[in-house]
């Protein structure tokens, strides 16, 4: 919209615009989830849960702490969702990753994990078709020139001869940079929320192998998922299971 030639949504200050563009993206969501699970519950002749569905919310002084640590701001859907809904709980496949505060710092932990996942903020996801030459970058910033590629985990073992016994960790958190460990999807498999680079959003499927593709979540007509289509498409689909 316009008033005299000037546009009304660059004249308003991006704080209060970014918070009233996103305000209540997610309203009835957390409530819709909730009969879901409950219905499920009902069918199965289960017990009532002992523990909350969800996560608490987390604050508006929470986000902003989580956003500082890391040094970059986290997709709006995902934002919101944080602050809406909760900070883990029922999600696509099995359940989201919960984000904690855990010995002082932001993660993402699955489960009973000890060791939340830290974002890497320090560069740009890497798309799988570009993981080889990310790769070769860094052993020769490291002084070493690659050997030949590996079919199978590119160049994994020469990560081991520069890095020592830190390599292959050194090689995990390379490969997870700049997305967020978003959900575990049983039998190994697990989601990725990309928040650094050009497809900052975006969904990513994964195996937990060691060098498995990141293959974009794309819904019924092949478009690629974000966070909140990702999302419910999951929920609208369970609910039809329970109708």
């Known amino acids: 919209m316009s008033v005299a030639g000037t546009n009304v949504r660059a004249r308003r ?5 970014r918070a009233v563009s996103t305000h209540m993206q997610w309203s009835g969501v957390r409530e819709r989830v909730i009969a879901v699970e409950e219905a499920e519950r009902r069918a199965r002749g289960r017990a009532p849960y002992g523990y909350p569905t969800f996560e608490p919310v987390l604050t508006p002084a929470e ?34 990753t919960s984000l904690h505060r855990v010995d002082g710092k932001w993660g993402w932990i699955w489960e009973s994990e000890d060791q939340p996942w830290l974002l890497d903020p320090s560069g740009p996801f890497v798309e799988t078709e570009d993981w080889a030459d990310q790769q070769t970058a860094t052993l020769r910033a490291a002084g070493y020139e690659p050997t030949t590629r590996d079919v199978d985990d590119d160049y994994l073992d020469d990560y081991r001869k520069v ?9 995990v958190l390379e490969r997870g940079r700049g997305a967020i460990h978003i959900s575990d999807n049983g039998c190994g498999m ?12 975006e969904l990513r499927d994964r195996d937990c192998a060691v060098n498995p593709p990141f293959e974009p979540y794309v819904d019924a007509n092949g478009n690629r998922h974000t966070f909140r289509s990702w999302y419910l498409e999951w929920l609208e689909q369970r609910e039809r299971e329970v109708r």
């Open 13 to 17: 200050p991006p704080s209060i615009w």
């Open 190 to 201: 697990t989601g990725w929320l990309i928040v650094v680079g050009p497809h900052r959003g």
């Open 63 to 96: 986000l902003v702490e989580v956003e500082a640590q890391l040094g970059v701001s986290l997709p709006d859907e995902y934002r919101t969702f944080l602050a809406e809904v909760g900070a883990g709980g029922p999600g696509p496949a099995l359940n989201l």
């Open 163 to 171: 890095f020592g016994d830190a390599g292959e960790e050194v090689w």
